[in-house]
């Protein structure tokens, strides 16, 4: 266990049906596996139908609460470019952010009532200078034959953050949550997703 | 083994570790996967019950009969299940038994906020409140066990955060419960209360809380207390605890795990031995109240904690800083300002069969009697076509209510909606009640045959048992003809002009009348091929033709989006910009091509 067993903190935010659930549950079986304690906060209902969702997610040596304090996020990862900007105020100053290059347009916005946020990767790097990366999920997983994977993309993008985890653990988290018709796709997401950033 | 478990993954994986026989609920957001859970155990029988006071009702049964048994709902469930649940206090058990109620402090998902941990006082029952899913697992177990041994039921008290928290659970073998299956007509004192027994009984019902108290002292394993630096005491239960000893770690603890009868002789030890006592605890100052009442000097406590919405490390760290460690951390200054981000709220699905009803309840203007579920998403602009909910059933009451002080006046102005499911919970007596005391009110039934909002559970509506077995169901057009309403009609919500026609018609009526959405399933349901039924596979906006008027986008659907680009239409009218329909997104349900009066809105083929 490395970083002294210091708890540490993922948020994954995007909108109801991008598959935050699963990337969480995998992330949980792969630290779960590297002997770390995993605590994670989800909530389910009301938020799936085309709301925005939010993942807590803690592992170290023993995790106390599930839910992570505002400004002590490590990585936050969002799947929605909008919903990144909801909560920057949560991350850390050398905290590191993952951006899917993907919007998905708000009821206000759809009504012509508000205007999308522009810029949002720009104003991410005015606070986090070089440790904000873009990912183009979507496409990728486009070009894989499925944008469903969009998520595993994006969770092979934050591998990279955890050098003492191969990727050999986080295939077999993956081979290990889901049915084997979908391990081969998601695999090649995975390694697309590790392969889209440099740390 | 250890694996990671959401909280009611691990209080089902609890439950049939303790050998329980029968787990029944009626599906509630944060508790609905205990029971969907549990259905996997194939030594378990479950069932969705109608309604929370049913399942009750059926898991007391069982457990007369000796089975270990379950019953779970959300907070508000407790609240229809409370009958009930305030004699089998009185009658106690035979096998064990546990009610889980799930609170929902902040409402995320529920019409209310309640603290359920004043039934366990109201009731003269034992409440445990796990913190994690190990908790939940553990604390499950030791339910059923006290509950043989005290006589009595033991109400489990999640929440949000513990129900849908993930973490890491060691799992056991299943143990088959020892009380002997079978019913003993030698317990009528027990079992039927009447007054000459329940009077017995009562006494009892004292002197099994006296007993309880002294277990929750000196035997029950999760009262605990951690002495670190004395300057400080918490005392807290379930993740409150959590949330304090992540923000506090190096002060001294008192964890309870029982929240009710009060461990008396462990909080003077602690008192005795900390400097400063501060209750944290979320929603209502029930410790609090309690512990002040004993005359122990509490310094802090809801003087600093908010009683409204759940308590998060943040939100801990902000309030009570300044008394712990005397320095104030105050909330960051936000960088971003949120009120300039678009909220994204849920919405209906694309192709939704309740937006087509709801599109026609706003062209007709009637004043919409709602209810719990996904239709009351319909209150959002821009439909705004609900006007009144409070919980499942209330809506068809509350619209012959209506009716009664409107007289003639409200006639073809009101009508009440509500969903398959919460028609079948508790909309039925409200709708004998309008039929035998003379009101007219209309009730429709949005049928999309599952129970939708929670996720997609069965009922009894549906065809289908909990394990996916064919099961008899419930004709809605013969019930409403069985209790005396007249006027039974059925519609096609996708038509919209027809299902207006109809409409129209039976509110103008002076008698009740009942109307069905059918061949509307949820849209999401795979098993019943919704999308098979629309004739084209998406549709497309014609931009030549495309007027800019923006009816389409007031259906509120999620595909349909506006692109600013200011010229002119085809037909020569000035337009500021034209609609977009997703085609990731559409499911071709043809809701919006009924409000264009342009023919802008066309199918795709094949």
Known sequence: MSNNGKTRNIFLSGVGGQGTILASNILGQVLLDAGYDVKKAEVHGMAQRGGDVTTHFRFGEKVYSPLIKQGDVDYLVSFELLEALRYLNWVKPEGKVILNNFSILPPAVNLGKMKYPKDVEKTFKKHFKENVWLVNGYEIAKGIGNTQVANVVLLGALSNFFPELKAEQWTAGIRSLLPAKLHEINVKAFNEGRSAIKN | ?606
């Open chain 2, 1 to 606: 083994m250890r694996k990671i478990l959401q909280g009611n993954e691990a209080i089902a994986r609890g439950a049939w570790e303790a050998g329980v026989t029968v787990g029944c609920a009626y599906p509630g957001t944060p508790s609905s996967e205990i029971l969907a859970e549990l259905s996997k155990y194939p030594e378990v029988y479950t069932e969705w019950s109608p309604n929370e006071k049913v399942a009750v009702e059926v898991a007391h049964g069982a457990c007369f009969a000796g089975g270990r048994a379950i019953a779970c709902m959300k907070h508000v469930g407790l609240n229809v299940a409370a009958d009930p649940f305030m004699t089998i206090s009185y009658t106690g058990v035979k096998g064990g038994f546990v009610i889980v109620v799930a609170d929902d402090p902040g409402q995320h998902s529920s019409q209310n906020e309640q603290d359920s941990r004043h039934w366990t006082r109201f009731g003269k029952v034992p409440m445990l409140e796990p913190a994690d899913a190990q908790e939940c697992s553990d604390f499950t177990r030791i339910a059923f066990d006290m509950s043989e041994r005290f006589d009595t039921p033991v109400l489990l008290r999640s929440e949000t955060r513990v129900s849908h928290c993930d973490s890491t659970v060691e799992l056991g073998e299943r143990k088959e419960g020892t009380v002997p299956k079978r019913l003993d007509k030698k317990d009528i004192p027990k079992m039927v209360m009447v007054p000459m027994y329940a009077r017995v009984r009562r006494i009892l019902v004292e002197e099994r809380i006296g007993k309880l108290a002294t277990y929750a002292d000196e035997e029950f394993p999760y009262n605990v207390m951690e002495i670190n630096d004395p300057s400080i005491g918490f005392i807290a239960s379930g993740v409150t605890y959590l949330h304090t000893k992540e923000v506090f770690p190096q002060y001294s603890f008192l964890k309870l795990g029982m929240t009710w009868p009060l461990p008396k002789k462990l909080i003077a030890e602690f008192f005795k031995k900390v400097k400063k006592v501060i209750v944290v605890e979320e929603l209502d100052p029930f410790f609090e109240t309690e512990i002040r009442a004993l005359g122990f000097k509490v310094r802090h406590g809801k003087d600093l904690i908010p009683a409204i919405g759940e308590l998060t490390p943040t939100i801990i760290e902000q309030s009570l800083s300044k008394a712990v460690t005397g320095k104030r951390i105050k909330p960051a200054k936000a960088s971003v300002k949120q009120e300039e981000l678009p909220k994204r709220p849920p919405n209906l699905c694309a192709g939704c069969s309740h937006r087509p009803l709801f599109v026609a309840l706003k062209k007709l203007g009637l004043f919409v009697f709602g209810d719990i579920g996904c239709y009351a998403l319909a209150v959002s602009p821009p439909l705004s076509a609900m006007h009144f909910s409070t919980c499942m059933g209330a809506g068809v009451g509350g619209a012959y209510g209506a009716g009664k002080v409107l007289g003639s006046e409200g006639l073809g102005k009101i009508c009440a909606v509500l969903g398959d499911s919460t028609f079948l919970h508790s909309g039925i007596g409200p709708l004998i009640d309008t039929v035998y005391n003379g009101g007219y009110s209309t009730t429709i039934i949005l049928d999309n045959r599952i129970t939708a909002m929670t996720g997609q559970q069965e009922h009894p509506g549906t065809g289908y048992s909990i394990k996916g077995d064919p099961a008899d169901m419930v004709d809605y057009a013969q019930l409403a003809k069985a209790v005396g309403v007249k006027n039974v009609r059925m519609i096609d919500p996708y038509n919209i002009k027809e299902t207006i026609d109809v409409i129209r018609e039976e509110v103008n009526r002076e008698e009740p009348s009942v109307i069905i959405t059918q061949n509307s399933p949820c849209i999401l349901l795979r098993r019943d091929k919704p999308r098979e039924r629309f004739k084209h596979p998406s549709y497309r906006i014609d931009s030549d033709s495309c007027a800019g008027c923006k009816m389409c986008l007031n259906v509120n659907c999620p595909a349909i989006s506006w692109v600013e680009n200011p010229g002119t239409s085809k037909s020569g009218s000035k337009r500021k910009g034209t609609s977009f329909i997703n085609q990731d997104q559409c499911v071709g349900c043809a809701v919006c091509s009924q409000t264009c009066e342009f023919e802008s809105i066309l199918p795709n083929e094949q």
